[in-house]
Every structure is written in C-alpha cells, then in structure tokens.
C-alpha cells in the first residue's frame, strides 16, 4: 500500500477565486501568491492518485491566519473524508490566536473524524508553541490519539515562495516540552534528522516521524539514504506536497537510492500505517 501523508486540497470556490483569498489570509499569499503554484481540489486529488497508483492519502489544511477560514475548509476536509473514506484521511487547521475557539475546533474536528492536526505555520500564523492555548490544543491532540503536523524549513540554502521561519531550533522544543505528542516534522524537518548524530537529540524522537515532502525542490535522492542511517528508515513518510510535485518525482527518487525493499516498502506506506493505526 503506497500512502502519500502530504496532499493538500481546497474547495472550489477557493481554488477557482485564488486573487480574493491573496488579499484575505497571509498564509495562503505567502505560498500561492506565484501563479505557477497549483491549487487542487478532493476531485483532482482523487484522479491524479488513481493515475499515480497511490492507495490513500493524508490531506491536510492550511495553515490560515482566519478562525473562519480554518473552519471552512476543516468543513471540505472532512466533507471530503466522509465521500471518499477509503482514499483519504483528514487533517484539519486551527488558528491558536483565536483562543478558546480554537480549542473547541480540535475537539469539533476529532469527533467528526480528523485524525491530525496540520500544517500548522506558527511563523505566519503569529503564535508561539509556548502559547496556552497551543498547550491545550496538544492535550486535546494527545488524548483524541490525534498527529500535530507542522512545517518545517531549512536555515539555510535557496528562499522559495512558503519557505518560512519554521526552522529546526523553532520546531525543537515542542519535541522537548511534548514528549507524547506524534509529531510529524513536514519537508524532512528542515534538515533535523541530522541532529540525530547528537545522542541527546537523537533520544528525543521517540513520537516524532519526518515527511518527504517537496524532496525534488530540496536534496539530492541520497538523502533518503542518509536519512535512514541516522534516524531509521521507520521515521520517514512518504509525502508529495501535491499538487505541487507528482508523487512519482519522489517516488522514483526513492527507489532510486536502492534501499532495501523492507525499508523501501516502509517509507512508501508501512510507516504511515503504524502511525495512523490502520
């Protein structure tokens, strides 16, 4: 089973208005404001898995600065979960500096069927993870058996339209102070596995897993291969980013590094498995 834990998709109205949610929500300015950048709705994500040979996939929201956006979309999320149960599981968004709101909506999303949370940007959204409301959004995400899925870029190398401020040491100590939360770290971490080299890192990752995410964009197919020497081949999850890239590109970057099969097998969808308890 090939699972893609990294797809994102958007209502109509959204997708076919893109110049109206520029001038509304940072965040969506921030990653789509290039023309190029492709915005896909549950329709074309269904045909393209189909095409791609990908048996399910992870869609996961925004990380909209709008309470109301992240309820109007968290709705598509999971209205789209309920039509196409066996193809896709739902995570939805929320807006921590809409306070106790936000804390009602992970709890809306978890009885309605949303297995995560993500991808939470808190560089655009303007929250810390040190925010109270953030601390019970977790707990509420711990006790649901929920994943926090957040953003992660590199300190360094090329700028890109979303890159953003989310860095390793940004991310870090949510892992420090969360030791329970299952955390996936999006677009392998900016480069966090290879703090793993250091024992008291490495030690801190009992619950925290890495998606492949926009690889094509980032490293070199070798990666794949270093990052399972150091953090092993169990914490990584195969994820596009689409409709941004086809999953083939990381596909065919994967098996292009020669893994072993069970390694190989894991990445694409075993690893997902476990972690979504399917």
């Excluded at 109509?12 to 509304?24: M, N, Q, T």
């Excluded at 709008?66 to 309820?71: K, Q």
């Excluded at 560089?123 to 649901?144: L, S, T």
């Excluded at 994820?239 to 065919?252: A, E, Q, T, V």
Aim: with cysteine; charged share 25%.
């Amino acid at each position: 089973m090939i699972i893609d834990f990294h797809t994102h998709v958007f209502p109509p109205g959204i997708a076919e208005r893109r110049s109206k949610y520029l001038g509304r929500d940072a965040t969506f300015s921030l990653v789509y404001a290039e023309p190029k950048a492709k915005l896909a709705t549950v329709e074309d994500l269904i045909r393209d898995m189909d095409d791609n040979g990908i048996d399910r996939s992870v869609i996961l929201n925004l990380g909209w600065t709008s309470h109301e956006l992240c309820v109007e979309t968290n709705d598509y999320i999971l209205e789209s979960v309920t039509r196409f149960p066996k193809r896709l599981l739902g995570f939805c968004m929320v807006q921590p500096l809409a306070g106790e709101e936000a804390v009602r909506e992970v709890e809306r999303c978890a009885r309605n069927g949303a297995r995560g949370i993500g991808e939470m940007r808190p560089d655009v959204q303007g929250f810390g993870f040190e925010n109270p409301v953030v601390k019970a959004m977790i707990d509420i995400v711990i006790d649901h058996g929920l994943i926090l899925l957040s953003h992660v870029s590199e300190p360094v190398g090329h700028q890109y339209f979303g890159k953003g401020k989310v860095t390793p040491d940004v991310i870090y100590p949510l892992i420090i102070n969360f030791r329970d939360l299952k955390l996936v770290c999006a677009h392998w971490g900016g480069g966090l596995p290879f703090y793993a080299l250091m024992p008291e890192v490495g030690e801190t990752f009992k619950n925290v897993y890495f998606d492949t995410a926009a690889t094509p964009f980032l490293y070199k197919p070798e990666i794949f291969k270093h990052a399972a020497e150091i953090i092993g081949a169990a914490k990584i999850l195969f994820g596009s980013d689409y409709p941004l890239l086809s999953p083939k590109r990381i596909i065919d970057q994967l098996k292009s590094v020669r893994l072993s099969a069970r390694d190989t097998a894991g990445i694409l969808g075993g690893n997902a498995r476990k972690l979504l308890s399917l």
